[in-house]
């Protein structure tokens, strides 16, 4: 603050002083004396006063980090998942692409395209951080797993999934879809 406005702050506070000392004074008789503010009221108005301001901004300097925390944390969140909605919107592409290597050709070089196709996309995604789930013969696990049917199988341990009907996948440490599953019971 430079001098000129401590000067100024000093000078209000004083009249103050002095405007609430009359006050007191004009309601009492006209006998006594008015109360001049001595250096020690001032040294402690001008105490408070500093006070004040180092609260205000200690509250503002606070509220302006917290800002600066939050935005920086959303700033990460959604460069850390800026993939996900173009993510979901391929994952029936390769549901299809899956399909498609799953039936029999006689053209093997359209099938080797096709594998080309699937492999290129999927290193692709995998780039970005978007991963299959693996959960044929894993134990089930509701939070990566949607259990569709229960089927009793001899040999299998129980809760076990023994059938995969559509692949689940993950973004980093998010799920884009449950893996839709058979379980054994």
Do not use: C, W
Not at 31 to 44: A, G, L, R, Y
Not at 48 to 74: C, G, P, S
Not at 104 to 132: C, F, H, N, P, W
């Amino acid at each position: 603050m430079s001098e000129t406005k401590k000067n100024e702050n000093v000078e209000e506070i004083l009249e103050e002083v002095v405007e609430d000392t009359e006050n007191v004074s004009s309601d009492q008789e006209s006998s006594e004396k008015v109360v001049e503010p001595t250096q020690e009221d001032e040294v402690t108005a001008l105490k408070a006063e500093v006070e004040k301001l180092k609260n205000e901004y200690i509250k503002v300097f606070a509220d302006t980090e917290n800002l600066k925390k939050r935005l920086q944390r959303e700033h990460e969140q959604s460069t850390k998942y800026r993939i996900q909605s173009f993510a979901l919107n391929i994952l029936p592409t390769i549901d299809n692409l899956e399909r498609a290597l799953q039936q029999k050709t006689d053209d093997e070089a359209y099938r080797e395209g096709v594998v080309m196709i699937y492999d290129q996309l999927m290193a692709s995604l995998k780039a970005e951080g978007v991963e299959a789930i693996e959960a044929l013969n894993k134990p089930f696990d509701p939070n990566i797993h949607q259990a569709m049917m229960m089927e009793s199988v001899e040999g299998v341990e129980p809760n076990t999934v023994i059938e995969e009907y559509q692949k689940g996948y993950m973004l980093k440490d998010r799920i884009l879809r449950a893996s839709l599953v058979k379980v054994s019971e």
